[in-house]
Nanobody
Framework: VRIVESGGGLVQPGGSLRLSCATS????????MRWYRQAPGKERELVAV????????NYADSVQGRFTISRDNAKNTVYLQMNSLKPEDTAVYYC????WGRGYWGQGTQVTVSS
């Protein structure tokens, strides 16, 4: 199983970024996918989930209306479109799935929102 995040960077408040999470080693379309984030000195928090079957989505209250999670099953990739970014969105963002009762994570991608 391989999970690789990309697309992070430095952006000004109010800006946008699109994160990508490329996967391999499992049947991507069969599994829910999640984005988490972890800010310095804080616990890792769930940001967004997209289900396998109907691609239903769910978001943390802190990003509702600003972030959009989506998936492309043909490319085995999940995305996180982040708009109206705030300094408090600064964190390392991780992509995750659970297979056979075990969590699999990528290495993370840094997002920094600062002027």
């Amino acid at each position: 199983v391989r999970i690789v995040e990309s697309g992070g960077g430095l952006v000004q408040p109010g800006g946008s970024l699109r994160l990508s999470c490329a996967t391999s080693g499992f049947t991507f379309s069969n599994y829910d996918m999640r984005w988490y984030r972890q800010a310095p000195g804080k616990e890792r928090e769930l940001v967004a989930v997209i289900t396998s079957a109907r691609a239903s989505t769910n978001y943390a209250d802190s990003v509702q209306g600003r972030f959009t999670i989506s998936r492309d099953n043909a490319k085995n990739t999940v995305y996180l479109q982040m708009n109206s970014l705030k300094p408090e969105d600064t964190a390392v963002y991780y992509c995750n799935t659970y297979l056979w009762g075990r969590g699999y994570w990528g290495q993370g991608t840094q997002v920094t929102v600062s002027s």
